[in-house]
C-alpha cells in the first residue's frame, strides 16, 4: 500500500501516562510531551499538573466527550499546519473508555502520522494481578448505570468463556457487584483492584459473593476499582430443556434456520447441539 501521508504535517501522538504513581511515566512519553507544541488534554488541571511536574510547557486544549466532535476538526487543522500533537487522558492510555478514536480515525485518513507512545494501563495491570486466565479477555469499561440495563447487559454476558473487565466508580460499586452475582452467579471467581499504582493499592479475590459480602469491611469504599471477573468454564453444559423452550419462542416468530442460530446465540450453545436436540424434538413418531 502506498504511504500517501503529508511529510509536511505534524505528528499525532497517543501518549500513555500515569494511573497512579508518577513513576510510571515512561522516559519516552517525558520527551514526547516535553518536545510537542499542543497537548489535547481530557481533564486539562490534571493534565497540567503532570506536566508541570516534568517542566514541560505545551500549549493545552481541552478534549473530552462533549467537544469531541467541535475539537477533532480544529485538532485536525494544527497537525495538518505541521504542529505535533499529544492526546492524553485523565490517567492510563488514551482510548481506552475514554475519547480519542475519532481523532485517531480522521488523522489517519487525512494522511497524518499517528504514534503510540504506551505504558500504563489500569485494564492491563488489573489482568495481570488477577490470578484468572489472561489469554482471552474481553473490556467492557463502565457498566450502564440504570439498573434493567445493567442486568440485560450481563445476561448477554453469562455465557462469556473470555475473562470480563470492567471500571466502576465507588458509588455504584455495590450495586455492581450485585448485579453480577445475579446474572453471572454467586460463585463465579472474579478479583478487585483497588487504587491500583498508588500508595494504597489491594488487590482482592473470591468469589463474587465473598467480594459483595466484604464491601465495606476489608475492601473500603474508597478510590477508583477495577473488577476483573471469570469468564465462564467451556465445559459447562447448557440445559437441554433450556436450549428446546428458547427455540420454541423463537420458532413461533422466525424460520427454523434464524430460530437455531438466535438460540445458539443466546444459550451459549454450540449451533449443531442445536439443531441437534431441536430437530429430535420436534421430529414425528416413526411407526412401529
Same mark, same amino acid.
Given at each position: 500500500?502506498?504511504?500517501?501521508?503529508?511529510?509536511?504535517?505534524?505528528?499525532?501522538?497517543?501518549?500513555?501516562?500515569?494511573?497512579?504513581?508518577?513513576?510510571?511515566?515512561?522516559?519516552?512519553?517525558?520527551?514526547?510531551?516535553?518536545?510537542?507544541?499542543?497537548?489535547?488534554?481530557?481533564?486539562?488541571?490534571?493534565?497540567?499538573?503532570?506536566?508541570?511536574?516534568?517542566?514541560?510547557?505545551?500549549?493545552?486544549?481541552?478534549?473530552?466527550?462533549?467537544?469531541? #466532535?467541535? @475539537? +477533532?476538526?480544529?485538532?485536525? *487543522?494544527?497537525?495538518?499546519?505541521?504542529? $505535533? &500533537?499529544?492526546?492524553? /487522558?485523565? %490517567?492510563?492510555?488514551?482510548?481506552?473508555?475514554?475519547?480519542?478514536?475519532?481523532?485517531?480515525?480522521?488523522?489517519?485518513?487525512?494522511?497524518?502520522?499517528?504514534?503510540?507512545?504506551?505504558?500504563?494501563?489500569?485494564?492491563?495491570?488489573?489482568?495481570?494481578?488477577?490470578?484468572?486466565?489472561?489469554?482471552?479477555?474481553?473490556?467492557?469499561?463502565?457498566?450502564?448505570?440504570?439498573?434493567?440495563?445493567?442486568?440485560?447487559?450481563?445476561?448477554?454476558?453469562?455465557?462469556?468463556?473470555?475473562?470480563?473487565?470492567?471500571?466502576?466508580?465507588?458509588?455504584?460499586?455495590?450495586?455492581?457487584?450485585?448485579?453480577?452475582?445475579?446474572?453471572?452467579?454467586? #460463585?463465579? @471467581? +472474579?478479583?478487585?483492584?483497588? *487504587?491500583?499504582?498508588?500508595?494504597?493499592? $489491594? &488487590?482482592?479475590?473470591? /468469589?463474587? %459473593?465473598?467480594?459483595?459480602?466484604?464491601?465495606?469491611?476489608?475492601?473500603?469504599?474508597?478510590?477508583?476499582?477495577?473488577?476483573?471477573?471469570?469468564?465462564?468454564?467451556?465445559?459447562?453444559?447448557?440445559?437441554?430443556?433450556?436450549?428446546?423452550?428458547?427455540?420454541?419462542?423463537?420458532?413461533?416468530?422466525?424460520?427454523?434456520?434464524?430460530?437455531?442460530?438466535?438460540?445458539?446465540?443466546?444459550?451459549?450453545?454450540?449451533?449443531?447441539?442445536?439443531?441437534?436436540?431441536?430437530?429430535?424434538?420436534?421430529?414425528?413418531?416413526?411407526?412401529?
Amino acid at each position: 500500500m502506498t504511504d500517501t501521508r503529508a511529510k509536511s504535517s505534524g505528528t499525532l501522538f497517543v501518549v500513555a501516562t500515569p494511573i497512579g504513581n508518577l513513576d510510571d511515566l515512561s522516559p519516552r512519553a517525558r520527551k514526547t510531551l516535553c518536545g510537542v507544541e499542543v497537548v489535547a488534554a481530557e481533564d486539562t488541571r490534571r493534565t497540567r499538573g503532570l506536566l508541570s511536574s516534568i517542566g514541560a510547557q505545551p500549549t493545552v486544549i481541552a478534549y473530552h466527550e462533549h467537544n469531541e #466532535d467541535a @475539537r +477533532a476538526g480544529k485538532l485536525l *487543522e494544527r497537525l495538518r499546519a505541521g504542529v $505535533d &500533537v499529544a492526546l492524553v /487522558s485523565d %490517567a492510563g492510555t488514551p482510548l481506552i473508555s475514554d475519547p480519542g478514536w475519532q481523532l485517531v480515525a480522521e488523522a489517519l485518513a487525512a494522511g497524518i502520522e499517528v504514534r503510540a507512545i504506551p505504558g500504563p494501563s489500569a485494564v492491563i495491570a488489573a489482568l495481570a494481578v488477577s490470578g484468572l486466565a489472561t489469554d482471552r479477555y474481553a473490556f467492557e469499561g463502565f457498566l450502564p448505570r440504570r439498573a434493567h440495563l445493567r442486568a440485560e447487559y450481563l445476561r448477554r454476558l453469562a455465557r462469556e468463556t473470555r475473562t470480563l473487565v470492567f471500571f466502576e466508580s465507588v458509588h455504584r460499586l455495590a450495586d455492581t457487584l450485585s448485579a453480577l452475582v445475579e446474572q453471572l452467579g454467586a #460463585d463465579r @471467581r +472474579a478479583t478487585i483492584a483497588r *487504587e491500583l499504582t498508588k500508595l494504597h493499592e $489491594d &488487590v482482592y479475590a473470591g /468469589s463474587l %459473593a465473598e467480594l459483595r459480602a466484604e464491601l465495606g469491611r476489608s475492601i473500603p469504599l474508597l478510590g477508583e476499582f477495577v473488577i476483573v471477573v471469570a469468564g465462564l468454564a467451556e465445559d459447562v453444559p447448557v440445559e437441554t430443556d433450556e436450549i428446546r423452550r428458547v427455540f420454541e419462542l423463537l420458532r413461533q416468530e422466525l424460520p427454523p434456520d434464524k430460530a437455531t442460530a438466535l438460540t445458539a446465540s443466546i444459550t451459549g450453545a454450540a449451533r449443531n447441539t442445536v439443531y441437534r436436540l431441536t430437530r429430535v424434538a420436534s421430529a414425528p413418531d416413526e411407526a412401529d
